[in-house]
């Protein structure tokens, strides 16, 4: 009888190790299951993340450029009207390429575009920054609370006006590059947004809204054009 309860007990070991063995590689299993639904998660919220971080990046470096070559063109004036006495209406912004402000090279020490003048290199904006349309330089609105607000000739600004630049373009400009302040820019329904300036002030309409006012940099929704409009003081008055 003793060697039928030792091949009984062998037996029972074998299944008790064959248990034991079947719940460690179970748990094994469940392990590995669990650290890669871990490693999904974790891998998924870093994309979302990166995401959401490379896009504020790029709308922080676009509207840096936005604000660059009007900012140049400001210092030109600025520098123009000390040094040279010229008045405002005196500037011209003539360029190649366009006759809307008048012909390059006829008055080239006013010219801001020309060397002899402002000697600022005239841009098209760079690919990407915004539809294609080019620099609006205007003299037929004004900002409220930048300078006087007559609503008419006399306190008319002078701006740039870049029209067609993208929404979260124009959310970070009025948030002033605080990722955390983006808001929905205002809607405006303005005349004279297209009005070039030749060398007179006229007055067509008042850009109006909490959000730009009296900033020198700011960008709405022009309902007239149908596009987020970038708007710059090169001049207040």
């Known amino acids: 009888m003793g060697e039928p ?3 009984f007990a062998a037996a029972e070991a074998l299944v008790k190790k064959s248990r034991s063995s079947g719940n460690v590689l179970v748990l094994i299993l469940l392990a590995i299951l669990l650290f890669a639904a871990l490693g999904y998660a974790v891998s998924n919220s870093i994309q ?8 504020s990046e ?3 470096v676009t509207s840096a450029d936005l604000q660059q070559f009007p900012s140049i063109i400001a210092q030109a004036i600025t520098r123009l009207t000390i040094s040279r006495n010229l008045t ?3 500037l011209s912004f003539a360029h190649d390429g366009s006759l809307a402000y008048g012909t390059f090279g006829t008055q080239p020490t006013r010219e801001v575009f020309n060397p002899q003048g402002g000697a600022v290199p005239y841009q098209l904006p760079p690919a990407g920054l915004n539809d294609g349309s080019e620099w609006i330089f205007n003299g037929a609105l004004e900002l409220e609370d930048m300078g006087t607000t007559a609503g008419d000739a006399t306190s008319s600004d002078l701006l740039a006006l870049l029209p067609g ?3 979260a373009s124009c959310r970070m400009i009025n948030s002033g590059g605080n ?5 929905t820019p205002p809607s405006l329904t303005l005349v004279g947004e297209n009005t070039p300036f030749t060398g007179s002030f006229t007055y067509a309409d008042t850009i109006s809204d909490a959000a730009l006012n009296g900033r020198t940099a700011g960008c709405y929704f022009s309902t007239a054009l149908n596009k987020y409009v970038y708007v710059h003081v090169l001049a207040s008055r």
């Open 58 to 60: 790029k709308s922080k």
């Open 48 to 55: 979302n993340s990166g995401s959401g971080t490379v896009e």
């Open 165 to 167: 630049v993208s929404l």
């Open 179 to 183: 990722i955390n302040a983006l808001t």
């Open 5 to 7: 309860v030792g091949e």
């Open 88 to 90: 405002l209406e005196d």
